[in-house]
Nanobody
Framework: QVQLVESGGGLVQAGGSLRLSCAAS????????MGWFRQAPGKEREFVATIRRSDGSTYYADSAKGRFTISRDNAKTTVYLQMNSLKPEDTAVYYC????????????????????WGQGTQVTVSS
């Protein structure tokens, strides 16, 4: 229904910054809530951040709060993840995801909430 392509990953030293982009195509971008997840080797995929389609409200994992910022540009059908003060623990493959589901009582923080996924982009933070 929708295709997602991440970009912007790379190698950065601890304390540095990186901005990830996720370009969407297919169905109407504004009809989806968007999220960012990450997965390190040997670990399960974990939630990072999400942004709603309607009011643009955001929600972050504790590990990302205060350091990462998710945003979206509906005109460009693109979602971003600005990452500051990066730590070696942030090293992972980062995935963007989209869901047509919408809940008024909670944010979508589980991978099971999302129907569409990008291929991922590698982020490596050196110490």
């Amino acid at each position: 229904q929708v295709q997602l392509v991440e970009s912007g990953g790379g190698l950065v030293q601890a304390g540095g910054s990186l901005r990830l982009s996720c370009a969407a195509s297919g169905r109407t971008f504004s009809s989806y809530d968007m999220g960012w997840f990450r997965q390190a080797p040997g670990k399960e995929r974990e939630f990072v951040a999400t942004i709603r389609r309607s009011d643009g409200s955001t929600y972050y994992a504790d590990s990302a709060k205060g350091r990462f910022t998710i945003s979206r540009d509906n005109a460009k059908t693109t979602v971003y993840l600005q990452m500051n003060s990066l730590k070696p623990e942030d090293t992972a493959v980062y995935y963007c995801a989209a869901t047509p589901k919408y809940y008024t009582i909670r944010y979508s923080t589980s991978p099971r909430d999302y129907d569409y996924w990008g291929q991922g982009t590698q982020v490596t933070v050196s110490s």
